[in-house]
């Protein structure tokens, strides 16, 4: 058996209670099954695949007593956590900006900790070659802390506030006309 999952319930090893005689023929079983995609068989169990692990003999004759080996062993499944972030729709993302990279396989229920807010200290966004003087502000991730039960896409994204230039007055003019500032 699995050393921390066991066996799965539904698949049943089979009890060979023939009597047999020196030289006959055994016919060893087939490889075991399940249909279990979970470590106990419900719902509530962890997600992940049974694997039998093949009898150690083959048809034999038989000459003496004979135990036949085969194992089961349960890998869990594993989760990615994979971040995007969208640059504002005008303006871009930050060029020094960049994205968090998990890289972790997570077992199911691992608890995830999203990666803090993204910061930049470039106060301008580039537009057709050209800098727009402005403000950048990370507006946030799409999920808190959490506990995988599945791949999870984090997105976040970048607003962009570009500074307002002083208008120059305009003119005016007066009874003489003279301009007046």
Same mark, same amino acid.
């Given at each position: 058996?699995?050393?921390?999952?066991?066996? /799965?319930?539904?698949?049943?090893?089979?009890?060979?209670?023939?009597?047999?005689?020196?030289?006959?023929?055994?016919? #060893?079983?087939?490889?075991?099954?399940?249909?279990?995609?979970?470590? &106990?068989?419900?719902?509530?169990?962890?997600? !992940?695949?049974?694997?039998?692990?093949?009898?150690?003999?083959? &048809?034999?004759?038989?000459?003496?007593?004979?135990?036949?080996? +085969?194992?089961?062993?349960?890998? /869990? &499944?594993?989760?990615?956590?994979?971040?995007?972030?969208?640059?504002?729709?005008?303006?871009?993302? =930050?060029?020094?900006?960049?994205?968090?990279?998990? +890289?972790?396989?997570?077992?199911?229920? @691992? /608890?995830?900790?999203?990666?803090? %807010?993204?910061?930049?200290?470039?106060?301008?966004?580039? #537009?057709? !070659?050209?800098?727009?003087? %402005?403000?950048?502000?990370?507006? %946030?991730?799409?999920?808190? @802390?959490?506990?995988?039960?599945?791949?999870?896409?984090?997105? !976040? %994204?970048?607003?962009?506030?570009?500074?307002?230039? =002083?208008? /120059? =007055?305009?003119?005016?003019?007066?009874?003489?006309?003279?301009?007046?500032?």
């Amino acid at each position: 058996p699995d050393t921390v999952y066991g066996v /799965p319930d539904d698949a049943i090893t089979p009890v060979d209670s023939n009597v047999y005689d020196y030289k006959d023929d055994v016919t #060893v079983e087939d490889d075991l099954t399940t249909s279990w995609k979970t470590s &106990d068989g419900t719902t509530a169990g962890i997600p !992940g695949e049974w694997k039998f692990t093949p009898w150690d003999k083959d &048809d034999f004759e038989i000459t003496e007593n004979t135990t036949i080996h +085969g194992a089961w062993t349960f890998t /869990p &499944d594993t989760y990615m956590v994979t971040y995007v972030v969208n640059g504002d729709k005008d303006y871009g993302t =930050p060029p020094d900006s960049t994205t968090p990279v998990d +890289g972790k396989a997570y077992n199911y229920k @691992d /608890p995830v900790k999203v990666a803090d %807010g993204l910061n930049t200290k470039c106060d301008y966004a580039m #537009v057709n !070659g050209k800098k727009v003087n %402005g403000t950048w502000k990370f507006i %946030g991730w799409d999920k808190k @802390d959490f506990l995988i039960t599945e791949n999870t896409v984090i997105t !976040g %994204g970048w607003q962009f506030t570009p500074d307002k230039s =002083p208008t /120059p =007055p305009t003119p005016k003019t007066g009874d003489d006309n003279n301009i007046i500032l």
